[in-house]
């Protein structure tokens, strides 16, 4: 195999691994699919138009979602109606959700993606992630892990900035 | 030697890569399990790593010296 055609397929599979990671994820100032098309177990808000929404991904096996569920939480107490907190779990097992919400009672809007069709549509690179969408569904911010109260802290900065 | 289109090239790449596992973050709920945790039995470990060392004489490593002897 001589070089040039050594360099190709290197170059191809680097544009292809590229691209293709690139194009599937959501990010910032794109809009959230419809969440209705996914067929998500529990009751979606009545509507999501006009209001700041926080989408979490977790998992019950996931150690810095359970640390972000007070937070979120606070969130959404502070907030009220303004701001909408929706979780969406990603346990293959709905049991293992319902156990953890038991020792982590929370307020805020939980729904399960049983098939991991949404989670695989949006392409969430740690658990948790979350996005905060604008009144009219785009990503405006996004966060990737959960990092105590330096996450809290801008939170509430960047929905503060969304409701001005 | 004859010029190989683009779409094999494609094809090869992706022959090449489908070999890999590629374990998204939201199925990593049997890697964060307790029991997947190098480190979950400190004292265990340690003990371990001492007999390792002893019976590997040098070899050892991993923050342990000492010539073998088993004796530190």
Not at chain 1, 45 to 72: Q, R, Y
Not at chain 2, 1 to 11: C, F, G, N, Y
Request: glycine share 8%; hydrophobic share 40%; aromatic share 8%.
């Amino acid at each position: 195999m001589n070089t040039s055609l050594l360099k190709k397929i290197i170059f191809t599979t680097l544009l292809a691994g590229i691209f293709s990671s690139a194009l599937a994820a959501l990010k910032v100032g794109d809009a959230l699919p419809d969440l209705a098309t996914f067929k998500l177990e529990g009751k979606l808000p009545d509507t999501l138009k006009g209001k700041i929404v926080v989408v979490d991904f977790w998992a019950s096996w996931c150690l810095p979602c359970a640390e972000s569920f007070p937070v979120m939480d606070e969130l959404q107490k502070k907030y009220g109606g303004r701001v909408v907190i929706l979780a969406v779990n990603v346990d293959e097992k709905a049991a293992k959700m319902e156990k953890f919400l038991a020792k982590h009672p929370v307020t805020f809007t939980v729904v399960r993606d049983a098939q991991q069709k949404l989670v695989a549509t949006v392409e969430p690179e740690t658990m948790p992630t979350s996005f905060i969408l604008d009144g009219e569904g785009k990503v405006r911010f996004l966060h990737k892990g959960f990092h105590g109260d330096e996450t809290r802290k801008q939170y509430i900065s960047e929905i503060d900035s969304l409701l001005k | 030697m004859k010029r190989i289109p683009l779409i094999l090239l494609a094809a090869m790449a992706m022959t090449l890569t489908s070999g890999c596992a590629n374990v998204k973050p939201w199925q990593r709920e049997h890697l964060a399990d307790y029991t997947m945790q190098p480190d979950r039995d400190p004292l265990g470990t340690s003990q371990a790593e001492h007999i390792w060392f002893s019976r590997e004489e040098a070899s050892g490593g991993s923050g342990v010296g000492g010539g073998g002897c088993g004796c530190n």
